[in-house]
């Protein structure tokens, strides 16, 4: 697994995705470095539009195309760029080394074949294993994501199950093949609050269990909080700030992670606490402004903002920030306003 | 690979896409308006249904024919070199030549302006049959989509016997009862064809009546009649447009057909069908009297069909 | 403390009644949306009422402006039971009742202009003409945030958080006296859900509005709502003053409901000890015997399968603090 001597599993560099539709060319992703290592949970938090699924999607490359395109960068993994697989090798590497579980359990499975059934499709496609091997394999993977009462359950249809069940199956699947990075695209978002707890206590157990890493995309900073031990915060296309979890809450840099962290309602707060929105919406993707695309919403933003977008840079070991002033805010220079 | 992970993978990031696209405003969001405002237009279903039909290549050609048979049907005295129904005595059966283009019937009239003519009796009876259908099929099909229960059961059984029906027959039988005539046509296919418009429309208004924004529309007090005219009817239009073109087209055969039986037009009007009718016994002597009005059907059908199958793709780009 | 009561809602109920066949229509269950709840929203409060999906907590907006039949119980606005009057008087209480729905998108005619939508509401009620109308509509756009000039735009012009606005937009034009959100913001963006809950909070000043706050996210309640009640499939398992509810929950399932919701402060998060609820919410159309959140509590007892718990006050003080729990107040 860690083939290089670093504990990095994961690289993306530069990665450019763009859509080609007939208003123009949609920058869904433009310009994403980031890695990830062993063992970790990467949180991606971004608002709709941000690209953080586009992110996921290309990773495995399931971005539709057209009109999609991965236009430029590498994605390494294992020490191969993925961006290179043909066909066959995409085939093996998809659910085998990488799997995925999406937001919407509902339609992830398919109502016409039992759970069992598409339980041990999944095992087969990278398993050469006898049918009675993978059904035991099968009820070990229903065991271990809790699913009660599992030789009546194997035999179930979909509709027979419970949105936070069929999630529970739809990461039985993923983790079928005992992947090295599960990328978890809004798991939760379609599931109850309590529903939501098990789903992500249960992924968190897993991953300690297969000592896999996790890339959890969301809009939830709570989630993210709990978590997430690295967090990458987008904004229309790009990785506006990438750190430590607690850098991210304690220490925020980027006027976007500011923001965010004051305009949201929080529970340990009390009703006089007064919410500060950020003004304005995001961008258009189409047509985004010239230099740095969030100032337009920006409060701290000068004259240097509008030339020229503020690359990626490592302001402290381990906190990269797309800021011009970045810095300013962790000297204590410029005071974030309250 | 495992074949179902990998396919709803692909609808679901094809579901994904579309979510992103709406959110990046692909379908035109406008953010602050001062620095994004001009770059996107007034946009609305309509236009943008118009604009994929006019890339649509076969819908476009299917357009130019339904437009030229209109022209044809407007100007038919200004195009056509004779008067239709005069008999040249001299000229019967002539075979077509550059004085009579598609050649002359039994009678000596010349069969090129008879189907300029005949053009008249088609676009007639598509249109104001078609739009007799539709004024049934919506009046039944909101009554039966809003309010349900009773009028719904009731309604739908009886579209379900107008289903059940074939047709041509249930045409047959109105045209003997109410005798030959193009007004009668106009009746016999209207009353046929309403079951269809009733469906469509009650399928439509029972998936936006559950919409929020009726909902909104009712807590604010909107009547019936408004929540049906200003509410639902905007919306659910579109696929009574496409089916309406589309049927068009099979009013027009239907229309040939009863006036091929000799249940419609009557002598010596121009009417496509029955001049079919007329060339039967000669095909093998004069096969010009049924090659022109057979294409002049055909072309027109046509013409509709490629019209209302490019209508529904540019109002429903997900279906193809 | 009474005689300021807007609207009360007393032992409401809504059945589903499914019904099978092809002719005979048979009835076969009915699903128990709301199965008799009671509670009151003082005038000038915001009333939050959270609890998963399938609790009814929809349901009870929808039957509060009676879109929906209720199948027993009652509904007192301002002294009148709504359920009681005319077409022609609800006509008239509709103006003071209004509602905004969870989904942007679909609450808005994709047909109509943004003046026409907002319009619609004094067309209905033939408010002033033409002139006027244009007039008040400008100044309601100018109200919620948006740029009155945008009056003949279609709503996919605008982005989520513009269209809620003018959903609000259009809940405020005949200036009802209270407000029915269901999910206001649980569709928007976290930076845009701060931008519409700071303008509900500041029209609620400006206009003394009253809201029935009803969505998912119980950190959002917290943030509005002077009271709260909580739903669990159909019943109000406990309502409370929003701090009171918030500090010191009293019903099991309120205690793990808060649990579940993770804190955006890593830290607090690594100390924090979560209890995760097991199992799912059951179904409406067969919930379980007794006490309905029986099944998935830590503190269940024989007795809790058997009899329901009602609705008991534990206040403390003055206040009220209800809860339906034999052991209210039980750590779990």
Known sequence: MDSSGNNKILEVNNLKTYFYTDGGIVKAVDGVSFDLKVMETLGIVGETGSGKSVTALSILRLIPQPPGKIVEGEIIFDGKNILDMDKKELQDFRGNKISMIFQDPMTSLNPVFTIGNQLMEAILAHKKITKKECREESYRLLELVGIPDIKRRFESYPHEFSGGMRQRVMIAMAIANSPSILIADEPTTALDVTIQAQILELMDELKEKTKSSIIIITHDLGVVAKYADRVMVMYAGRPVEFSQVDNIFYNPLHPYTIGLMKSIARLDHGKNEKLKPIEGTPPSLIDLPEGCVFRVRCEYAEDECKSQYPPLSEIEPGHFVSCFRAKEFLSGSLVRNK | MHGWIQESGLKKKKLMFEKEKESIGITGEIAEDSYLEKKYSRSSLYKDALKRLRRNKLAMLGLAIVIALILIALFAPLLAPYDPIARIKADSSLAPSSVHLFGTDLLGRDIFSRVIYGSRISIEVGIIAVGISVIIGLFLGALSGYFGNIP????????????????????????????????????????????????????????????????????????????????????????????????????????????????????????????????????????????????????????????????????????? | MNDNKLLEVKNLKKYFNLRSGFLSQRFSGSVKAIDGISFFINKGETFGLVGESGCGKSTTARVILRLTNPTEGEVIYNNINIFKISSREMFKVRREIQIIFQDPYASLSPRMTVGDIIGEPYEIHSIGNRQERTKKVKNLLKVVGLNPEHINRYPHEFSGGQRQRIGIARALALTPKIILCDEPVSALDVSVQAQILNLMSSLQKEFDLTYLFIAHDLSVVKHVSDRVGVMYLGKIVEIAKSEDLYEKPLHPYTMGLLSAVPIPDPQLERQRKRIILQGDVPSPLNPPSGCRFHPRCPNAQEICSIEEPQLKNYSEDAGEHLAACFFAGKPI
């Open chain 2, 152 to 320: 719904d059961t009731v309604i739908m059984r009886i579209a379900d016997i107008f289903f059940a029906f074939p047709y041509i027959l249930g045409a047959i039988a109105i045209m003997t009862v109410l005798g030959p005539g193009v007004i009668n046509i106009f009746i016999a296919i209207g009353i046929l064809g309403w079951a269809s418009f009733a469906r469509i429309f009650r399928s439509s208004i029972l998936t936006i009546k559950n919409k929020e924004y009726i909902e909104a529309a009712r807590a604010l007090g909107a009547s019936n009649y408004r929540i049906i005219t200003k509410h639902i009817f905007p919306n659910a239009f579109a696929p009574i447009i496409v089916y309406a073109t589309m049927n068009i087209g099979t009013a027009i055969i239907v229309e040939a057909a009863l006036s091929f039986l000799g249940l419609g037009v009557q002598p010596p009007t121009a009417a496509w069908g029955k001049m079919l009718a007329e060339s039967l016994d000669y095909i093998d002597i004069a096969p010009w009297m049924m090659v022109f009005p057979g294409l002049a059907i055909v072309i027109t059908v046509l013409g509709f069909v490629l019209l209302g199958d490019g209508l529904r793709d540019a109002f429903d780009p997900k279906l193809r």
